[in-house]
Nanobody
Framework: QVQLVESGGGLVQAGGSLRLSCAASGRTFSRYTMGWFRRAPGKEREFVAAITWDSVRTRYADSVKGRFTISRDNAKNTEYLQMNSLKPEDTAVYYC?????????????????WGQGTQVTVSS
């Protein structure tokens, strides 16, 4: 089992920045693909970003490319999502996810482990 706990959410004005963190515990974190999903009010969960265990490859949703950066620190069992140039449409609950596959997948059912989520609200 892998337990995931997100932090760093909050309220920010449009154009601002936030950094989300996800602390992992349990099985060997360093061998898992990690990622982020989000669910905006009234919408389905959607893929945001993912990163391989060795940080060599990343993948982003088109809506966040150039604004968000995913990273990880295996020594700290933590992954991050740096969010810049935030827009009101980025308002959502953000979920940390983990998967034992080495493929950067984008489907909700592709990830084995989910955190409880952290709220990000971007005001206009």
């Amino acid at each position: 089992q892998v337990q995931l706990v997100e932090s760093g959410g909050g309220l920010v004005q449009a154009g601002g920045s936030l950094r989300l963190s996800c602390a992992a515990s349990g099985r060997t974190f360093s061998r898992y693909t990690m990622g982020w999903f989000r669910r905006a009010p009234g919408k389905e969960r959607e893929f945001v970003a993912a990163i391989t265990w060795d940080s060599v490859r990343t993948r982003y949703a088109d809506s966040v490319k150039g604004r968000f950066t995913i990273s990880r620190d295996n020594a700290k069992n933590t992954e991050y999502l740096q969010m810049n140039s935030l827009k009101p449409e980025d308002t959502a609950v953000y979920y940390c996810v983990a998967d034992s596959s080495a493929i950067l997948r984008v489907g909700i059912n592709d990830y084995d482990y989910w955190g409880q989520g952290t709220q990000v609200t971007v005001s206009s």
